[in-house]
């Protein structure tokens, strides 16, 4: 990633939490991986290094996947550079809208149980964490990246920080235009990082 885009953490963190299972301490350093060096994970838990392997692996994955590459190609022209962070986002917006085609549990209850636990490891958070913690709650990012409205605002705020020409005011509209190309590599993408992300949490 240019360094440029590298002072934005990950994005999408209601993927990256729940493809953390069950396991507080996993789902904890998932949530902090971005930007935590080798040598600085030796200082948690073994739960929550592993947590963070995954945080990277996650990315990998992504990153590398036909899909996603493709899905990056359509947004390239508008976004360029942005085109990838816009991608994070709007695959979190497809998986809150296809929520109960992967969870059980409401997503409201599914994000506020992870803030509850999230909140038990704040103390521990690397400041850029805790930082970007409050933000995402107060704003309750885990759900409201399935609203268009909740996106515009992000996506301003996202175009305002940046110190380059950007076209990120109009990544919703972009989004709307491409909604169902979009959708699709999300639906063929998805279910293979699923598989995958089981497997990684499988090798011990």
Known sequence: MASWLSAWPCMNYLAHIYLSGNDQQILCGNFIGDGIRRKESMHF???VRRGIELHHFIDGFTDHHPETENARKLLRPVLRKYAGVALD???????????NQFHEQ??????HNCHGLLDTFEPRMPEKSRRFY???????WLVNYRDMKALNTVFAGM???SRFPNNM???????????EELGAHFERFFPELQRAS?????QK
């Open 45 to 47: 838990s073994h739960g």
């Open 89 to 99: 986002i709007y695959f979190d917006h497809f998986l809150g809208a296809k929520w």
């Open 106 to 111: 409401a997503l409201e209850h599914f994000a």
């Open 134 to 140: 409050h933000y995402m709650k107060a704003h309750n």
């Open 159 to 161: 175009s305002r920080r």
């Open 169 to 179: 005011h109009i990544a919703v509209e972009l989004l709307e235009v491409h909604y």
């Open 198 to 202: 089981s497997r990684f949490l499988d």
